[in-house]
Nanobody
Framework: QVQVVESGGGLVQAGGSLRLSCAAS????????MGWYRQAPGKQREFLAT???????NYADSVKGRFTISRDNAKNTIYLQMNSLKPEDTAVYYC???????????WGQGTQVTVSW
């Protein structure tokens, strides 16, 4: 069974940085795409960024230029480098791994990011 585990969340002041990690059991090259999403209290889960097996990246406009997604296939891990954090970035951040066979996707349990003034 595939497991996806996020880490690296925490409390940071506005303007600061954090790097989130997402480790998947098994080789991440089996996943066509992996991505980051977040959900703030009272809001729907929103897309942040994805990275394909070949390294193609896509970002939401709200984080473009501040967040960077990357992957390390040797470590079966993807990352989300978050810079210039704002209080509105406060949310639970989730990692999703997607593939072409059932089950098509796997979610991690989430990691809390809190940005204070």
């Amino acid at each position: 069974q595939v497991q996806v585990v996020e880490s690296g969340g925490g409390l940071v002041q506005a303007g600061g940085s954090l790097r989130l990690s997402c480790a998947a059991s098994g080789s991440i090259v089996t996943f066509t795409t992996m991505g980051w999403y977040r959900q703030a209290p009272g809001k729907q889960r929103e897309f942040l960024a994805t990275i394909t097996k070949s390294g193609y990246t896509n970002y939401a406009d709200s984080v473009k230029g501040r967040f960077t997604i990357s992957r390390d296939n040797a470590k079966n891990t993807i990352y989300l480098q978050m810079n210039s954090l704002k209080p509105e970035d406060t949310a639970v951040y989730y990692c999703k791994a997607m593939r072409d066979i059932r089950p098509y996707e796997f979610w991690g349990q989430g990691t809390q990011v809190t940005v204070s003034w």
